[in-house]
C-alpha cells in the first residue's frame, strides 16, 4: 500500500509558477512509475507528466505543458516534484499525484487512469488572468 500526500498548489496570475510536492510512503519509492494528472471542473481527469521508476532517465509530457512544467523525483525523501512555469487560466485544474507499479497494471509510466494503482487526495492550483 502506497500513500501520497501532495501539498504546493494555491493561487497564482497568468505567467506565474508553483511547485507541487508529492510525498510518499512505502518501502520502494524507487521502484514505482510517478505521475501527475489534472482535473478541471466538467473534464476528465487527464496525464500531465510522468517519470520513470529508479533514476527518473525517462520523463513524459501532455503536448499542452511541454516546455513549461518539470517533473522530477527524489528517491532520498521518497518525493516526486512538478515544477509548473508560465502558468495559464487553462492550468486550473485539481491535480493529482500518481503512483503505479511495474507489471500490477501497466509496465511503464502510467498515462492512463486506469493504469494508476494509487492516487493522492489531490491540490487545488487556480491561475487568474
Known amino acids: 500500500q502506497v500513500q501520497l500526500v501532495e501539498s504546493g498548489g494555491g493561487l497564482v496570475q497568468a505567467g506565474g509558477s508553483l511547485r507541487l510536492s508529492c510525498a510518499a510512503s512505502?518501502?520502494?519509492?524507487?521502484?514505482?512509475?510517478m505521475a501527475w494528472f489534472r482535473q478541471a471542473p466538467g473534464k476528465e481527469r487527464e496525464f500531465v507528466a510522468g517519470?520513470?521508476?529508479?533514476?527518473?532517465?525517462?520523463?513524459k509530457y501532455v503536448d499542452s505543458v511541454k516546455d513549461r512544467f518539470a517533473i522530477s523525483r527524489d528517491n532520498a525523501k521518497n518525493t516526486v516534484y512538478l515544477q509548473m512555469n508560465s502558468l495559464k487560466p487553462e492550468d486550473t485544474a485539481v491535480y493529482y499525484c500518481?503512483?503505479?507499479?511495474?507489471?500490477?497494471?501497466?509496465?511503464?509510466?502510467?498515462?492512463?487512469?486506469?493504469?494508476?494503482?494509487?492516487w493522492g487526495q489531490g491540490t487545488q492550483v487556480t491561475v487568474s488572468s
Open positions: 500518481a503512483a503505479a507499479e511495474y507489471g500490477r497494471r501497466t509496465y511503464t509510466i502510467p498515462e492512463r487512469v486506469y493504469e494508476v494503482d494509487w
Open positions: 512505502g518501502r520502494t519509492f524507487s521502484n514505482y512509475f
Open positions: 517519470i520513470s521508476r529508479s533514476g527518473g532517465s525517462t520523463k
